[in-house]
């Protein structure tokens, strides 16, 4: 049987900048993947390559057998919220509807089926209710359902999910693991990035432990020892008793204050803790 997803010494670029180094994994159908890495280790990278936003510049990357270009439909992606242009003028209903239209086919009509499938795609996220409102004029949490929404639509095989917990209320949170049981119960592939390293061990099978190049991959057991928890986060890591601390937020957040004397971000310009304290 083919892998859900088979990735051979992948590089991906931005011009002359390296995102993504020969990374080599493979994950099996059905499970679900938490993606690990500090600001900048290329997870949202990865999620682009999947759907085919950015090019794979050497090695090969397969989705169920066949390279992310070819395999659209059934990758669904949701994006980090900061990626997504809230003032674009649509409704929640125009972003569901979104999920029934195959890549270059927005002329097609909706058909009985896919009116079904978007009316119970928005009932399933509880936001029916919201159908004709514009994206821009929603919360957070209700934003994070709408893109949820439009994947359900699409009947995925594979969800992508990059960062769905941060910035949403806890209703959201929960209802976004709802939908993983659900999904799980049908075999779909869940990637879900997330900078939460508990949940990552409570919730998923498989952990994908990225910093420009794999670190490790396997089960949460295997993925979080200290070794390699220290190759990834490097100074943004801090164990108090005995307990890996990762100090995600270097730009501008403090995470336990006097703990972390720099931020390692190489996402960003912006200072780090110490310096930040400094200025003000
Ligand atoms: P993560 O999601 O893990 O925080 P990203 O995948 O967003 O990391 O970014 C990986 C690296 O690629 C970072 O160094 C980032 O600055 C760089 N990068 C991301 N998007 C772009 C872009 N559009 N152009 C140039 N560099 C980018
Ligand atoms: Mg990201």
Known sequence: MTESLELQEVSVYYGERLALESVSLSVSHGAQVAVIGPNGAGKSTLFKAMVGLIPVRSGTMLIHGRPPAESHGPVAYVPQREEVDWRFPVTVLDVVSMGRYGRG?????????DREVIERSLGRLG???????????LSGGQQQRVFLARALAQEPHVLLLDEPFTGVDIATREATFELLSDLRSRSVTVFVSTHDLDLASERFDQ????????????????????????????????VVNGKVIVVDQCCGGHGPVGAVDSCRCDACDEPGPAEDEKRS
């Open 127 to 137: 936001i029916a209710a919201l159908a004709r409102r514009p994206i821009g004029e």
């Open 207 to 238: 952990v994908v432990l990225l910093n420009r190049r794999l670190i490790s991959v396997g089960s949460p057991e295997q993925v979080f020892t200290e070794k390699h928890l220290q190759e990834a986060f490097g100074g943004q890591m801090v």
């Open 105 to 113: 086919s927005w002329l097609k009509k909706l058909s009985g089926e």
